[in-house]
């Protein structure tokens, strides 16, 4: 069984300095589990770490693709798994770290991703067909899997699409991972603190020039529906710079957003049961009493 430490925890509440720390301590390297920081270019509204945060500990999965391209969980677990083992080769030890909840529970088991990766050919005829008929894609969707149409709305064209992708080529859902023995830390905060956090992280994000961010994002041809500008921080500049409201009014709905993402995130990896809650409001004390935990562990 292949040893990884997985980091979690909502946005804000020290992932990324307790993993480098941690990973100093026990020559590890980290692989991120950031749906946003994959993406190249994203980087203010990503808090994405730099070169010189990251001390010397080598990172994986960041700045990976280009902000036009898609993402999924599926390929998250096909390549953290390449990299834990690339990891472990190098006599390192694996630290994943990340706030992306699917990303977790998908590497731990019970995503269900129909026993396929995706399939170039068959998602190329059926995107074709989605341009000019999406409904007549939904019917046939309902015809092959009743149970997963129910739960797709017939507008979804991305669901659509994966669900026939399912039903052509699927298996048998992923229930479980036998490939790793995880020590999985959760880390929490009181929710007031955390929102303080949030909030002035915002402040930072806008003043040190996100705005310009997602111009230069824009004018290198990224859309609105791009998967990598529906991440909060993003959308809400998008909005802002097409005129929907000021200023203000983007920051404000930035902040927002955020700590009702944290509140889901916090929601989420409680159910995650393979996660031991430590509280992250004293930086030194966190790390003391996972490191405790780590060694423990690998004994």
């Known amino acids: ?31 991120s589990a950031d749906s946003v920081q994959i993406y190249k270019g994203l980087d203010i ?19 990976m693709l280009p902000p036009q391209s898609e993402f999924s969980v599926y390929e998250f677990v096909t390549l953290t798994k390449q990299k834990i083992d690339e990891i472990i080769a190098k006599g390192k030890l694996p630290f994943i770290v990340g706030g992306t909840g699917l990303y977790i529970r998908a590497l731990l088991g019970g995503y269900d991703f129909g026993g396929t990766g995706k399939q170039a ?17 939904y019917e046939e969707l309902k015809r092959k899997d009743p149970a997963r149409a129910e739960k797709i709305k017939s507008t979804d064209r991305k669901r659509i699409i994966r669900g026939l992708e399912i039903a052509e080529f699927g298996s048998a859902p992923q229930t479980e991972n036998v490939e790793i023995n995880p020590l999985v830390i959760n880390l929490s905060m009181d929710r ?7 909030n002035l992280r915002a402040e930072l994000m806008v003043k040190n020039g996100l705005v310009n961010e997602v111009r230069e994002l824009l ?8 998967q990598s500008m529906k991440a909060i921080g993003y959308k809400e500049v998008i909005d802002f710079l097409n005129g929907e409201y000021d200023e ?5 709905l930035i ?19 393979e996660a031991k809650i430590v509280d992250a409001s004293d930086k030194e004390k966190t790390i003391e009493e996972i ?9």
């Open 121 to 137: 050919d068959f998602r190329s005829k059926l995107e074709e067909e989605a341009d000019k008929d999406l409904s007549a894609l």
């Open 1 to 31: 069984m292949k040893k990884v430490v997985i980091i979690l925890g909502p946005t804000a509440v020290g992932k990324t300095d307790i993993g480098i720390s941690l990973a100093k301590k026990f020559n590890g390297e980290i692989i």
């Open 291 to 299: 490191s405790n935990d780590i060694k423990g562990w690998l004994k």
């Open 45 to 63: 509204g990503s808090a994405k770490i730099t070169k010189e945060e990251m001390d010397g500990v080598p990172h994986h999965c960041i700045d």
């Open 255 to 273: 902040q927002q957003h955020s700590r009702n993402y944290a509140k889901r995130q916090m929601t989420f990896f409680r159910s995650v049961k």
């Open 192 to 198: 007031e603190k955390l929102y303080e956090r949030i």
């Open 219 to 226: 004018r290198q041809g990224v859309t609105k529906e791009s």
């Open 248 to 252: 203000k009014r983007m920051l404000e």
